[in-house]
């Protein structure tokens, strides 16, 4: 199987699936209560479109990154979430309203933020002296159709099935589109492993630096605004685990440049390590509070 072939046709399928899987999963009453906190919005919907990329520039300033590798941080910093930070929101209960509704904000807003600030990105590096540039209405349609429109389609099924149906398909649903993203993931990074090792270095620092300064961000800004909870839960996964698909999808089918690629599928692989440690983090904490209730 060719990397060419994985990454310009099977990655966008998949991807589609996936946020598909994800509109299926949307009902009205996942939005009314959460929108009743604008605050709880407003707060992750800022740490993602804004604080994130931030954070993604000021890594690239302290790490001395080669100019596509900043280009793929960078583009990860852009991407919205997806159904891997829903997941994770659920297994740490946290307010998988919430997560949904930031996911969803996300997906609706990315089609058109990421071309135009990406192709800002691109300049600063130097890149669009290489010829490396992403046109923005090809970019915004590509992007709705891996990501908008799935969502809108999955949410359309869902009303003309009804739940009881849902009941059945869904569950199944959601295992086979998560296990072709993770195969598609690993396809990936076996076809690239010559050009990997030369990452696992600088690069992987900056993976790393970037989920877990992304994870601190969303749990200490939640925190100090008092938020619920769950709410702090939610946030802190939201601005911490970005959809590495969509941002492979740009690099490797709209950029056509497997170089930048290469960083968000790194990120892909890494960032569940420190979620997951953050999760056992989560699960102690709950056993102890649950022990000992004075201590919450």
Sequence with gaps: MSAEWLSQVLL????????????????????????????????????????????????????????LAAAGLLLVSLVPGGATSNMFSFL?????????????????????????????????????????????????????????????????LRRALGERPLEWILPKVKVLTGLAMIAVVLALFVSHAERLPMLLSIETLAVLLMCVLGMALGHLAARRLRLPHASVRAITVEVGVQNAGVAMMVAFVILQQPAIGLVPLLYGLLMNVPVFLWMLAC??????VAISPERS
């Design 12 to 67: 966008p399928w998949v991807l589609a699936s996936v946020m598909m899987a994800m509109g299926l999963n949307l009902t009205r009453a996942d939005f009314t209560h959460t929108w009743r906190h604008p605050r709880r919005i407003l707060l992750g919907t800022g740490l993602q479109i804004i604080a994130l990329p931030l954070l993604a520039w000021a890594l690239v300033l302290l790490l001395p990154l080669p100019p």
């Design 283 to 288: 699960f102690w904490r709950d056993r102890q």
């Design 92 to 156: 740490v209960q946290g307010d998988l309203a919430l997560s949904v509704s930031l996911t969803a904000i996300a997906a609706v807003l990315a089609p058109f933020t990421l071309p135009l600030i990406m192709g800002w990105n691109l300049e600063q590096l130097g890149l669009d002296g290489q010829g490396i540039s992403l046109p923005y209405w090809h970019t915004v349609g590509q992007l709705l159709l891996v990501t908008l429109v799935p969502v809108l389609t999955g949410m359309l």
